[in-house]
């Protein structure tokens, strides 16, 4: 027959040691399936919540839909968004983004693919898909466009340029799909 095991349990309050079992078994159900569910719970993965919303705002017209027209209704919208800003001439400023005193960009090209901005106190090109721009806020008294993208630009010291990474999470990047 097996030998019971013992796990050893001393008290907080009156610091006496006993059977951890023994304790348990003292223990209501309701206590134990508790404990025993937030336990099972923190070993699983982490993984999404309840999906996408069912109403999404387009980040060119700022129009509410369904995440299926937006699909469909998006990269135009988009672009047609930021040609009006290119046709105003206005600086953008992209969020997220590393601190940096000089912080304007110019809008060189854009295309249903990729926008290309130019940084002014540089003169650098830096590239970023149209599908990876999040929301684009105009503030007319600064003549200045925010657009906020999903991923970040940031300053890489090793080359000396600025570079948009994407996040790793969510679809690929155009460039990994055509390299297949």
Request: proline share 7%; hydrophobic share 35%; with cysteine.
């Amino acid at each position: 027959m097996s030998k019971p095991q013992y796990f050893s349990h001393t008290c907080p309050h009156c610091r006496a040691e006993t059977n951890a079992a023994e304790v348990a078994a003292t223990l209501q159900d309701e206590i134990l399936f508790a404990e025993a569910a937030r336990r099972n719970g923190r070993r699983q993965t982490p993984h999404a919540g309840p999906g996408r919303p069912t109403i999404v705002r387009c980040p060119g017209c700022d129009g509410e839909m369904s995440s299926t027209e937006l699909r469909e209704h998006r990269v135009d919208c988009v672009c047609r968004r930021l040609k009006e800003l290119f046709q105003l001439n206005m600086n953008i400023r992209l969020q997220p983004k590393d601190p940096d005193p000089y912080p304007n960009f110019r809008l060189e090209k854009i295309s249903e693919n990729e926008i290309e901005l130019h940084k002014l106190s540089s003169g650098q090109r830096l590239t970023v898909e149209t599908k990876k721009v999040a929301a684009i806020t105009v503030s007319l008294a600064e003549k200045v466009a925010y657009v906020r993208l999903l991923g970040r630009v940031s300053w890489d010291s090793g080359i000396r340029r600025w570079r948009f990474t994407a996040p790793l999470i969510g679809r690929p990047s155009l460039a990994r799909e055509l390299a297949r």
